[in-house]
């Protein structure tokens, strides 16, 4: 996606008043504690283990590392991990490759 795509995006988004993960394809993320995760608006599931979790969505990659992971449900587009998370941490794909 372009750079002035993304501008539109973002302009878009705070002018109706739209939430940013829906304009901007971005995952949504709910935790409760250390014990769960929610994630929604993922795209695909690329590696599970019990210390960590790769989730695929529009715009990169999620990271989520912790301890007895276990995938509780699994929907098209979300996911409820537990387990006792450690980190999440995003990886976003470079602009033309």
Known sequence: MSKWQNQ????????FDLPADVMLDLPRITTIGSLHAYIENCTGLLHFSDREVRIQYRRGELSIKG?????????????LLEGEL??????????GG
Not at 8 to 15: C, E, T
Not at 86 to 95: P, T, V
């Open 8 to 15: 539109l995006r973002n302009w878009v988004s705070q002018y």
């Open 86 to 95: 450690i980190s999440i941490d995003f990886k976003e794909l470079k602009e």
């Open 67 to 79: 301890k007895d992971l276990r995938i509780k449900m699994m929907l098209k587009q979300e996911l």
